[in-house]
């Protein structure tokens, strides 16, 4: 059995769709957007490539169709066989779908079309609608985590230009992801954690790192540095707890950077006292850069307290723009249930208090690949233009009874250009000789436009400037 049949990647209502359709329709044309609209752009598109290459690159198979006519008949829904065997005999197994996106990593305002395709077999109709559980789930969800993930760098960056020198070397460093363990699935994990990296080069999520290698080419797209848990310290046992910080230090100082957990006990006393003075000969010794880790406490009042003590124990040195950084021996890293609100407390106290925001980074989990929907941004897929069989385009989708209420998504077939610095939507009729930003990226079985992760961190990097 195929894990990954994709007839069956669908709801089940869609199966009896091929049924539905008007005599004479020969091609359906569907765009992804999100509803709503805004004055600047607002939400970042990734991850279409993934699922590309994953699903759309592996043809179905005679099983795959005898698999899904059971589970139809059982399911109590009709099954078009024929369809289905058409799509096998006549293009190898392979979709016949055209699909246009934008570049991966482009931030566009609400209401912009990301994606939109048609099926280019005149006698597969439905098979453009039938997709839309599949590409609607591998859109929205990197997508989402990318645009959070971009709301974080942009929280960030005031605080690094007030109070840091080199911005842009400190950035990428700021934002781990610890979220691997907070996900539903592996999957999701390698998916979300991508989108993250984006961003920042720093992750703990090896499903993340394979995933970027495996779709976008990056050989290394994030960092890691060796970090102890609470099993591995209590196992120590409290009255070795000095010991245990010990061989951290001796085991990693060669690495050039190492965390330890430091509240497995009393969170003050290993701060003040082990770290800020049984150990500190030592850890100066190593050379490398000790980041302590509180874990649990007031999420805010303790990652500044341990920053204010390990000041006092390490000393500091003044910034190009006069803040406080710590000795280069000592960081602090903040991941306990980290959210944006935290993260913007936490800078804003340590400015308030003469700190520069690179003394304490951050690890995010659950609060940027899990605790989001397809309704944080809002996203659809639309059916708006229908063909027929004299080929001509209609202009198809909803008129609500109430506009005013919920204003309708524009219908026909979209393009997407840049006029300026921005980037709209319009008619695909209007386009002219305009560059049309929707490039085609997949047609029947074949992968059109390959991104790099490079390429995809530059379109990102630009968001930040407009």
């Known amino acids: 059995m195929n894990n990954q049949n994709l007839i069956l990647n669908t709801d089940s209502y869609k199966l009896g769709h091929y049924l539905q359709y008007p005599e004479g329709a020969r ?38 169709i005898d698999e899904a006519e059971e589970m139809a008949a059982l399911h109590g829904q009709p ?3 024929a369809g289905w065997t058409s799509i096998l005999n006549a293009h190898g ?21 990301v994606v939109q395709l048609a099926n280019t077999d005149p006698q597969l109709p439905w098979l453009t609608s039938y997709m839309e559980t599949a590409l609607l789930r591998a859109v929205w969800y990197p997508s989402t985590v990318a645009t959070l993930s971009w709301r974080l760098r942009q929280t960030i960056q005031p605080f690094l230009e007030r109070t840091c020198d080199h911005t842009d070397e400190r950035m990428p460093t700021m934002v781990s992801d610890f979220g691997a363990r907070s996900t539903t699935s592996h999957e999701q994990a390698a998916i979300g954690g991508v989108a993250h990296l984006l961003h920042f080069h720093l992750s703990d999520s090896l499903p993340a790192i394979r995933q970027a290698r495996r779709h976008y080419g990056a050989l290394m797209a994030g960092r890691s540095v060796p970090a102890s848990e609470h099993t ?32 497995s006990y009393d969170l003050h006393n290993a701060v003040s006292e082990i770290w800020g003075k049984t150990l500190q000969t030592r850890v ?14 007031d999420p805010i009042d303790t990652p500044v307290q341990v920053v204010a003590q390990l000041a006092y124990a390490y000393g500091t040195r003044l910034n190009g723009k006069g803040f406080k950084v710590l000795d280069d ?25 003469g700190f520069a925001a690179e003394n304490v980074s951050f690890g995010v989990g659950s609060t940027l690949l899990q605790k989001l929907s397809r309704d944080t941004l809002s996203f659809t897929m639309l059916a708006s233009a229908m063909q027929d069989d004299s080929g001509s385009w209609h202009d198809i989708g909803r008129r609500p009874a109430n506009p005013s209420r ?25 386009l002219g000789r305009r560059e049309n930003v929707l490039q085609p990226v997949w047609q029947d079985g074949r992968l059109l436009k390959d991104w790099g992760f490079a390429e995809i961190r530059a379109h990102a990097d630009a968001a930040m400037q407009r």
Not at 32 to 46: D, K, Q
Not at 93 to 113: H, K, M, Q, S
Not at 232 to 251: K, L, V
């Open 27 to 64: 091609a359906i044309s569907s765009y992804i957007t999100t509803r709503g609209h805004s004055a600047r752009p607002e939400v970042m598109f990734f991850g279409l490539q993934m699922f590309l290459k994953e699903y759309l690159s592996r043809p179905i198979s005679m099983a795959d």
């Open 93 to 113: 197994g392979y979709l016949p779908l055209r699909i246009e996106a934008l570049p991966e990593g482009i931030a566009v305002r609400r209401g912009v079309p």
């Open 284 to 297: 100066r010794a190593a050379g490398a850069t000790l980041i302590v880790r509180p874990d649990s406490g």
């Open 329 to 353: 021996h000592v960081r602090v890293i903040q991941s306990d249930g980290v959210t944006l609100q935290d993260i913007q407390m936490i800078l804003g106290r340590l400015e308030g208090m």
């Open 232 to 263: 591995t310290m209590t196992a120590w046992g409290q009255s070795r707890e000095a010991e245990a910080y010990a061989n951290m230090i001796d085991r990693f100082g060669r690495f050039g950077a190492y965390s330890v957990v430091s509240d």
């Open 79 to 81: 099954f078009d066989r």
């Open 406 to 430: 919920e204003r309708p998504l524009a219908s026909g077939r979209q393009a997407v250009i840049r006029e300026g610095t921005d980037i709209l939507a319009l008619p695909l009729a209007e």
